[in-house]
């Protein structure tokens, strides 16, 4: 690459969404797709948000735009997934039922929706702002950013057949930390999941953490002001190491780029 830069889309707002968030995804042909926070129906005030795929020519395509209802969600946030059917798998931050908890969906690759789980709040979790990562089985695993048994958000793994197993609930008792950072989690292939937490408590500036496939957690990392902070954003694994990035701290409090081993 020379560093030249090509304008796939431009996004008009309305039915064609605005406020793209998550990055895009990219399939086997080449076909990219991601998601907008709002636009799409005129729901939710400013549209609900979308779901887009922009072809090799750039020919822009939606897939699906969410209405907030009680049988859909809302206001995704999250890096989309796609498997190598072409099916897509995410998180609405919001809707899905009356109290506005959030979604998991699914959608085929003709833009077919299907709601695989609506969060019920309190101890079952409240509102997945992060994306979703898969296992072999067809397991998915993601975060959310509040409820849980403290409040604090949690890990939680959604079975093919729906059915929701909470593996950890994040708090501020001893070591653990509230808030997981927005970024997928990160599964290796022994089962483990890497993810960050960005809650503040006894002076700590948040956390790098290991769930166990049991959903025992282990403390990784503890952030400092002096070596970054806030780790916000995903992680991203490779030979054997895990790289991220802070919002703040760092010599000069403007945030870092790390890596620690796994």
Do not use: W
């Not at 994040?170 to 970024?183: E, H, I, Q, R, V």
């Amino acid at each position: 690459p020379d560093g030249s830069e090509t304008v796939l889309h431009a996004f008009t707002g309305g039915a064609d969404g605005y406020a793209p968030t998550g990055g895009v995804v990219a399939d086997g042909a080449g076909n990219l797709y991601g998601n907008t926070l709002f636009g799409g129906a005129t729901a939710c005030g400013e549209g609900c948000g979308t779901i887009y795929r922009i072809a090799p020519d750039g020919t822009e395509t939606i897939l699906h735009t969410f209405t907030g209802s009680a049988d859909d969600g809302a206001y995704p946030l999250g890096t989309l997934l796609i498997d190598r059917k072409g099916n897509i798998y995410g998180t609405t931050s919001k809707g899905g039922s009356a109290q506005d908890y959030g979604t998991v969906f699914g959608l085929s690759k003709n833009g077919a929706e299907k709601i695989l789980y609506v969060f019920q709040g309190g101890s079952d979790g409240e509102y997945p702002e992060a994306g979703l990562v898969r296992d072999r089985t067809g397991n998915l695993f993601g975060t959310t950013a509040s409820g849980g048994s403290y409040q604090g958000g949690t890990a939680f793994k959604l079975a093919p057949d729906g059915t929701e197993t909470i593996l950890h609930s994040f708090s501020t008792l001893d070591s653990d930390m509230p808030l997981p950072g927005g970024g997928a989690l990160v599964l290796d292939g022994h089962g483990n999941l890497f993810g960050t937490c960005v809650g503040t408590h006894s002076g700590s500036r948040g956390i790098v953490f290991e769930l166990l496939p049991g959903g025992t957690e282990q403390v990784l990392h503890v952030f400092s002001k002096a070596k970054g902070h806030d780790p916000a954003g995903g992680l991203t694994a490779r030979n054997g190491r895990l790289f991220g990035t802070t919002l703040q701290g760092g010599p000069s409090n403007m945030g870092v780029v790390y890596a620690l081993h796994e």
